[in-house]
């Protein structure tokens, strides 16, 4: 079956779901496939508290599906399922879904979100999965952990931008690093390095997220030089160890950073390299990743494809 569609929007977080609600008010008839995790990331995050409009907060997955109510109400026509496989050579593109069915697009949005790296150990994707206390966020989450005890993997600029977060709320933040070094700029590391309440072990492995089956209470952890195990108290485990945009489809055809980020073309836009290509959200936001920067990149997408749309006709 082939399906012709002025726009055709790839995945469903707060990017998705706004690129559909602008694209179907200004009558573009958007067609979106919601992806492998309807809703996105933040369908593992529990309150949030920061998206302007919620003064009570809201939960990420009620967040998401009021957005698809939102767009639904102006006949964005949602479907479940993914897409596999594009063809961006043409004038018009080409896209297959997982039940085999071919799109013709005049316009497509890319908002494939990005996947948070995890450790997948068990425990950790237990509390990770009951909202228990494992998070891969700290800015979305940290607050819930003010004035206690935190733990956080990684080395990078993330985990480093993230302790320094978590050590404005909490009594104490415990860094693992793996290896003996950072990775981090060396600015960042400094950072870390020099707040009282960040205490970084180098060297040093989970093993274990514990908890009493509800809510996390600890981690052991392994020195990788000494093979000493030990257990660190905690009521919040982050785990900044990288994400991955979800762009491996778009690689033959859209242009990606070195580490698979999608480039706007141009600033200001969310032009890809591809006439008639957009992308919006995490999948080329590897600075912010908040839902409602996401959201706003959302809205310009669909912005800039009924602009497309209009110099076409
Ligand atoms: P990175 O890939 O740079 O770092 C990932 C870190 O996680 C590394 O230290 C790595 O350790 C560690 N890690 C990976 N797997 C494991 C594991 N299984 N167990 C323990 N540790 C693990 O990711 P980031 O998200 O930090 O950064 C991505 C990009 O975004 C970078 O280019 C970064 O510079 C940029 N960025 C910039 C910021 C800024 O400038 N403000 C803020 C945030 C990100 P190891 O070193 O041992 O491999």
């Known amino acids: 079956m082939i399906i012709n569609t002025p726009c055709l929007i790839i995945g469903s977080g707060p990017a998705g779901y706004t690129a559909a609600i602008y694209a179907a008010r200004a009558d573009m008839k ?3 496939f ?3 995790q309807p809703g996105g990331q933040l369908t593992t995050t529990n309150e949030v508290e920061n998206f302007p409009g919620y003064p009570q907060g809201v939960t990420g997955p009620e967040m998401m599906i009021q957005l698809k109510e939102q767009a639904a109400r102006f006949d964005a026509d949602i479907r479940p399922g993914f897409i596999e496989k594009v063809d961006f050579t043409g004038p018009i593109h080409r896209c297959w879904s997982d ?3 071919e799109i013709h697009a ?3 949005i890319i908002a494939t979100g990005a996947s948070a790296k995890y450790l997948g150990l068990e425990s950790e994707q237990k509390y990770l999965q009951s909202g228990g206390g494992v998070s891969a966020c700290a800015v979305c989450d940290g607050f819930f952990y003010r004035g206690q005890e935190t ?3 990684g080395a990078g600029d993330s985990a480093c931008e993230e302790a320094h977060y978590l050590s404005k709320l909490c009594t104490k933040v415990t860094m693992l690093v793996r290896k003996d070094e950072f990775r981090a700029s060396k600015i960042m590391a400094e950072r870390v390095k020099n707040t009282a309440n960040i205490t970084i072990l180098y060297n040093t492995e ?8 509800n809510l996390v209470h600890g981690v052991r952890v392994r ?3 000494t093979q000493e195990t030990y257990e660190i108290p905690c009521t919040g485990f982050f785990v900044a160890i990288g994400h991955k945009p979800n762009t491996d489809i778009f690689k033959p055809f859209i242009e990606l950073d070195e580490t698979g980020y999608i480039k706007y073309a141009q600033p200001g836009s969310t032009r890809t390299n591809v006439t008639g290509v957009f992308v919006a959200g995490d999948a080329a936001d590897k600075t912010y990743r908040q839902a409602i ?5 959302g809205c310009m997408a669909a912005l800039d494809a009924e602009r497309y749309l209009a110099s076409q006709h």
């Open 30 to 32: 958007p067609l979106m």
């Open 34 to 36: 919601e992806g492998l």
């Open 99 to 101: 039940d085999g069915t």
């Open 106 to 108: 005049q316009t497509v």
């Open 151 to 153: 733990v956080i993997v």
């Open 206 to 213: 989970t093993e274990e997220v514990l908890g009493d089956g």
């Open 223 to 225: 020195n990788t030089k």
């Open 293 to 297: 920067t996401a959201a706003g990149t």
